[in-house]
């Protein structure tokens, strides 16, 4: 159905007579701009911080959650932080069961010298909401950040606003609006102050006074293929609010484009006074069938004339706009920036890399980094559960899994085994492509039953590569079908050497996971291929996929430490349209 069809004569290109879109072309770029799962984007500007931009996005069960990445030209950007990266923080994510439950779309604003991330918590069933505000004056410190001041919320998508007077208000999905004091935690009354044009779940709401207006934009119609951004403006913050005849104002709903789901979006300025927005946007096409990477951020142009309404540049692959800032990695921190590769060998005196990811928190000492006897070397202590455990959706129970985003429409990922000698039937060491507990796709060593029988006339053990897909089809599902497990004896002659797993994408729709052993620099033997669709909605709509590496004895008794090196990941090319056109990923080269 047309989300707009009854206002269909006001919507056209969502510009009016009056006003066009009036961009410098001396600039070009590609979206998005944080490839990979990061949805949900705010982001602001602050001069004070040499010019910075800074954004943040959705984490839901990842941790550490509620990343923030910093650039000075809109296209390096470097992960700065987590706001959330002790487990004391939100204790509640241990306990979080539903695969979209957890951290929903946290905002970022800049206040009297002082940063705040606020987000709602929900574990979805049941629908009670909890807010969280965190701050800091160091983005680009994990410890920096505050223990939350944690308050009730009656709904998702909180932000905050200061007004001219110093008071500080609330506002969140519904559309609602309430003070709040930030030193306390007490909340004002609460009052719907906007419906939205559509009235269809309205959330994600930005709040912006410009021109002695304020304005209210917000995002619409679900986060699918009928999201959108619509505004409204005041005389007066409580109202009432008069929506744009021009509404929507951000919109690629029931077009052809690749980019998909355009809204929640949010909007900023640049050192030289230029207005720009970033949204989510899913690269999907209208099929919106084939999308692991889930929702990205993207990034458009905006004219913005005094006493006018801001037009907002449709989103696309390709774009043009304002003069970008030059380019620049002259970034504090020492997080990696998005586009760059993982070259990591686990050196003696490293740690854990800043954006590897857990599901929920991982077991105590799971993993180290070169312990004892085993340099250069990431140990995996297995858990009991798999990567699906006994009941995904209603037990918790800790993962030894560990992981990063998949950042690329095509790319390589692996990873050396160099030491697994199991004892038990059902310890495995594996690479993970993964989206939720109900949908993943994993390439595993693991001890089974082989040929061989002893003197009592039972198989002997013997070590296999496992190619295995979790799948719960639901009914929002885009591959019901089923894909057969594979196993294969592990040959005779890859005993005693590194054994390399491998995962590629070397199309958009694919999967292919091979092995290899690094002592025979062998070919590489393809255990299974899968689907993306797999990997696209179903249980995480909201997320994308993770690339990384688990141990588990699969509900056993095995304790049998594994140890993997060589951790690698390269990006091959950003699909950007339908024609099929390929960004290779280009080395920075220190200026425009």
Known sequence: MNQFSHH??????????????????????????????????????????????????????????????TSKDLINWRLSSHVFSRQSQVPQIGNTTVQNGGLWATSIRYHDGKFYAIVSYTPQIPFVVTG????????????????????????????????????????????????????????????VIWKGFTEFIPEGPR?????????????????????????????????????????????????????????????????????????????????????????????????????????????????????????????????????????IEFHP?????????????????????????????????????????IAPLTTVEELSLIMRVQTDTLFSFSVDVVLFEPKVQEEEVGVTVFLTQTQHIDLGIVLLPGNDFGSKGTAELAMHLRFRVTNVPSSSSNYNGTLPTVTKILPKSWLGAPIRLMVDAVNETHYTLSAASCKEHSDNQVIGIAPATILSGGDGPFTGALLGAYATSNGGDGKTESYISRWRYEGKGQKINNNGTFVPYTPFTGSH
Not at 352 to 370: E, T, Y
Request: aromatic share 14%.
């Open 8 to 69: 269909k004569e006001k919507r056209s290109v969502g510009v009016t007579q009056k006003q066009t879109l009036s961009i410098s072309t001396n600039s070009t770029y590609t979206n998005p701009i944080l490839p990979g799962w990061h949805s949900d984007p705010s982001c602001i500007f602050v001069a004070e911080k040499h010019n910075s931009f800074f954004c943040t996005t959705s984490s839901f069960l990842a941790f550490p959650g509620m990343p923030i990445y």
């Open 207 to 343: 709040m912006y006074k410009k021109d002695g207006y304020y304005y209210l934009m917000i995002g619409e119609g679900g986060t699918e293929l009928g999201h959108h951004e619509a505004i409204a403006r005041s005389k007066h913050i409580w109202g009432p609010y008069e929506g744009y005849t021009a509404n929507p104002i951000l919109s690629n709903v029931n077009t052809t484009e690749y980019f998909q789901t355009v809204g929640h979006a949010d909007l900023f300025q640049d050192a030289s006074g230029n207005w720009w927005g970033a949204a989510l946007a899913t690269r999907s096409g209208p099929a919106w069938k084939n999308y692991p990477m889930g929702r990205e951020t993207v990034l458009f142009p905006v004219t913005w004339q005094a006493g006018e309404w801001p037009v907002l540049q449709k989103v696309q692959g390709q774009m043009s706009g304002w003069p970008l800032p030059p380019q620049t990695r002259e970034i504090p921190g020492s997080g990696p920036f998005l586009q760059d590769p993982d070259i």
């Open 132 to 191: 969280f505000i965190f701050t800091t004056t160091d983005p680009y410190e994990d410890s920096a950040w505050s223990d939350p001041l944690v308050f009730p919320l009656l709904d998702i998508d909180p932000n905050l606003f200061w007004d001219d007077d110093g008071t500080t208000y609330l506002q969140f999905s519904g559309i609602h609006q309430q003070t709040i004091d930030l030193a306390t935690g007490a909340l004002g009354p609460a009052s």
């Open 349 to 389: 005196g490293s740690t854990i890399p800043p954006h590897f990811l857990h599901w929920r928190f991982p077991p105590k000492d799971a993993f180290a980094v070169s312990p004892h006897g085993h340099p250069n070397t990431l140990r995996l202590r297995p858990s009991r559960s798999n990567l699906t455990s």
